[in-house]
């Protein structure tokens, strides 16, 4: 079955601290992978995709194909960073999205 | 330009009545897609649309709902005799084409809540 997991509700840190936010996902294919953020009284919008290998606003995501990963990294936190984040898998050659429940992000000063 | 667009923001009605959701996609977008989020949980597909066709319906979670788009543009999804687990965050998408090279634009959202 297709799955993707995000197996933190909520992660808090310091704002100049590294941040990871986890994703695992469960695909028989090759997926395509994203990260979607929603900030606060904003609509849900796209942060980076994997087909796009870009680095947006500071964070990057690795694809793991080993450990079925795509955790999304930002080294170096800020407090606009505060948001909801959502991962999601794309089927290659269907176009139904995947979604996990979400991570909260709460960047501390 | 406008983005996506949905009407109402909000919606509060009794169990057994029938309600109509709608979509306004981003002008020229081909493909147009409805999730659900239920509270605390993640967004859950129910449907795609590449123009006016919806080549997969199977994520519609019953046959009381359904979803149709008319000229390529406005979508309405209509859940009919709501019951109380239909109460979620109906989110609309939509996107220049459908795959994923091409980046789903979402609406606002509609709240539904079912008493």
């Known amino acids: 079955a297709q799955r993707v997991t995000q197996p933190e509700k909520l992660l808090s840190v310091f704002k100049g601290a590294p941040v990871e936010l986890k994703c695992n996902y469960s695909?028989?294919?090759?997926?395509?992978l994203f990260w979607y953020v929603q900030y606060s009284r904003q609509r849900l919008q796209l942060l980076l995709r994997h087909i796009s290998r870009e680095s947006i606003k500071g964070f990057t995501a690795d694809l793991n194909k080993g450990e079925t990963s795509f955790h999304l990294k930002k080294p170096f936190a800020q407090e606009e960073d505060s948001a909801m984040y959502y991962c999601a898998l794309e089927n290659t050659g269907g176009f139904k999205t995947i979604f996990g429940a979400g991570t909260r992000l709460f960047v501390k000063a | 330009g406008a983005g996506v667009s949905q009407s109402p923001s909000n919606k509060v009605t009794e169990k057994g009545k029938d309600v109509e959701l709608r979509c306004d996609p981003i002008?020229?977008?081909?493909?147009l897609y409805w999730y659900r989020q239920r509270l605390g949980q993640g967004l859950e597909f129910l449907i795609y649309f590449q123009g006016n066709s919806a080549p997969d319906k199977s994520g519609l979670p019953s046959d009381r709902f359904s979803a149709e788009r008319t000229g390529e543009s406005v979508s309405t999804l209509t859940i009919q005799r709501t019951q109380q687990e239909d109460s979620a965050v109906y989110l609309c998408?939509?996107?220049?084409?459908?795959?994923?090279?091409?980046?789903?634009?979402f609406g606002p959202g509609t709240r539904l809540t079912v008493l």
């Open positions: 002008s020229g977008h081909t493909a």
């Open positions: 695909y028989s294919g090759s997926p395509e």
């Open positions: 998408a939509s996107s220049f084409s459908p795959g994923a090279t091409s980046e789903q634009f």
